[in-house]
């Protein structure tokens, strides 16, 4: 993975003292609410409706066993025992105090983190494919681009107060895993029918309020110019983009009010303009970033006797092989996913405990290597299939081997009215219900695939319009209510969700998608996954089941039942 030079570590050192005296110079009433707010967004700090919350980056997901013991500490010390992993490959701690952050950034310096550009209108982090390096679809490993961006865009004078927030994410795969057309930018690494490397571009892809597929602003752009054409497209951005309404600020708005062409003309003028006195990145610097993700030290051969064994002997463990693990394009090992979605657990939250037993289970098996994905679960990338029985006993130790991923309950969802002070509806609670009514495996492995995901607000920082069953939580006169989207997708096969219909009541909810369920079930073909039975039958008959059940007739008899 790639590690600090000087400059590096100077620079992240010297922003948590200045951070530091800012936080000194607030606390004497120097530095006045409104001004400070810039300040300690900046630095990846929000305030929520009970506490701080720090949000701290983890560039392109990858961190080491060294820097999850750091975040350990950070949570025993610092907050209360656990962190939080999020959609974007970061780590949140939800109560910290204003007075102890400037240690935590020290802290994070220490071990080659920060929590610069978490927030704000700037550059956020730079998000991949969490399978990066190990994917066997992969045409070329994103990472070494990554950072190539990350080090270009953090603290760039020129784009440091955007009209507003900015998230770029890539991949280098066949099978689109970071979701690239719902970013401000979606880069995907392909080869041109001359065999150079280069990148397909999407511009104006967005969730929230106004979501947004992405659209193609360049086919095929040849790496060496990804700098130059990255800064055509903020500057057409920074220059054009609305000020006026925050709602009305993302490059989707301006996008779309121009047009792609006329989009696409003012970027490429730019390009022109500027390519004439930027150089383009040489080869050079492409094979030195390249370096720190090198090929690891495989090793192949070894003796799978005990993995037979307990495959053949274990159904616990065959069921966690067949839904938390996956091929790697290395023969003779496995890519396992650690599921951060056990039942009884806000999904993606995870103790400090955990957090060192696992960076001693990556020390062991995984080349001391941890990955942050955008389910809200962590993965161990590189693991030798004879070493599976071993690291699946010890992640059951922790709690951290519930064969769940790619089900109903591997559900993505965000902190809601629990933390958020702009959510309008709860959703731990919800999640924590549907994990008490859908506690079957055997029942979510007959469901197969069924991606569900669920915001407390319209910012969609769950997902919701992506999810194959998705859930926006509202306030209808002060009482929380759900709004149901089946069929989305952030795949290659991207899409919005469709609407289902009125917002239903909160204790009404984990019946609703049972009903959804049944439909699904019943109408079914063979080997056919829940989106595309949505997809191939349409939205109504769902609609139908589902407001049979929740029409106001129907309470009335239920009502009536329950007096009798």
């Not at 571009?201 to 752009?221: N, T």
């Not at 693991?383 to 006993?393: G, I, K, S, T």
Request: aromatic share 10%.
């Amino acid at each position: 993975m790639y590690r600090y030079d000087s400059y590096d570590q100077r620079l992240v050192e010297e922003r948590a003292e200045q951070f530091a005296d800012q936080v000194r110079r607030y606390r004497r009433g120097e530095i006045g609410e409104d001004e400070f707010k810039q300040l300690r967004l900046r630095n990846g700090l929000y305030l929520q409706r009970h506490a701080y919350m720090l949000r701290v980056a983890i560039p392109y997901g990858l961190l080491s066993s060294r820097q999850m013991r750091r975040l350990a500490h950070i949570a025993r010390r610092y907050d209360r025992g656990y962190g939080h992993f999020t959609t974007r490959q970061n780590i949140q701690y939800n109560w910290p105090e204003l007075d102890d952050v400037p240690d935590i950034l020290r802290a994070l310096a220490e071990v080659e983190m920060h929590a610069i550009q978490t927030s704000g209108n700037v550059v956020r982090n730079i998000t991949a494919d969490h399978l990066a390096g190990a994917a066997a679809d992969e045409i070329a490993d994103p990472r070494p681009y990554c950072e190539l961006l990350r080090q270009w865009s953090t603290l760039h004078p020129e784009f440091s107060w955007l009209p507003r927030k900015f998230k770029i994410a890539i991949t280098g795969a066949t099978s689109d895993r970071a979701a690239i057309q719902f970013h401000d930018i979606g880069l995907q690494l392909l080869k041109d029918d001359a065999g150079r490397l280069g990148f397909k571009i999407w511009v104006g892809g967005g969730m929230g309020r106004m979501p947004v597929i992405g659209k193609v602003l360049r086919e095929f752009l040849p790496r060496e110019h990804i700098l130059s054409y990255m800064e055509s497209i903020l500057r057409v951005y920074n220059l054009q983009g609305r000020r006026d309404n925050i709602h009305r600020a993302r490059i989707k708005i301006l996008v779309n009010a121009l047009g792609i062409d006329s989009f696409r003309e003012l970027v490429e003028s730019e390009w022109r303009r500027i390519s004439e006195s930027t150089s383009s990145v040489s080869d050079a610097e492409f094979e030195y970033l390249g370096g720190f993700f090198a090929p690891l030290d495989y090793q192949r051969g070894r003796s799978t006797d005990a993995f037979q064994k307990r495959l053949s002997s274990n159904p616990f463990f065959a069921d966690w092989i067949r839904h938390n693990t996956r091929d790697h394009k290395v023969p003779g090992y496995r890519i396992v996913t650690v599921s951060l979605k056990t039942p009884d657990v806000p999904p993606g939250d995870i103790t400090g405990e955990q957090m060192d037993g696992l960076a001693e289970l990556a020390d062991r098996y995984s080349f001391g290597l941890i990955r942050a994905s955008h389910d809200q679960n962590l993965v161990l990338a590189d693991v030798n299939v004879a070493d599976l029985p071993a690291l699946w006993q010890g992640l059951s130790r922790l709690k951290l081997a519930t064969a769940n991923v790619g089900t109903l309950n591997d559900m993505i969802c965000c902190p809601g009215l629990d933390f958020c002070s702009l959510a309008n509806a709860g959703s731990l609670d919800v999640a924590a219900q549907v994990n008490e009514k859908f506690d079957e495996l055997d029942y979510l492995y007959d469901l197969g695939e069924v991606q569900l995901k669920m915001s407390g607000c319209m910012n969609a920082c769950g997902h919701h319009h992506v999810g194959h069953i998705g859930i926006l939580g509202v306030d209808k006169r002060g009482e929380e209510y759900y709004q149901f989207t089946l069929g989305g997708s952030a795949g290659n096969d991207a899409a919005l969700g469709e609407r289902l219909g009125p917002a239903i009541a909160k204790n009404r909810v984990v019946e609703a998608i049972g009903d959804i369920l049944e439909v699904y079930l019943a109408r079914r073909e063979e080997d056919e996954k829940f989106v595309e039975t949505v997809r191939r039958i349409g939205i109504t008959p769902f609609k139908e089941r589902v407001y049979e059940n929740h029409s106001p007739s129907a309470h009335r008899r239920e009502s009536l039942a329950a007096c009798a």
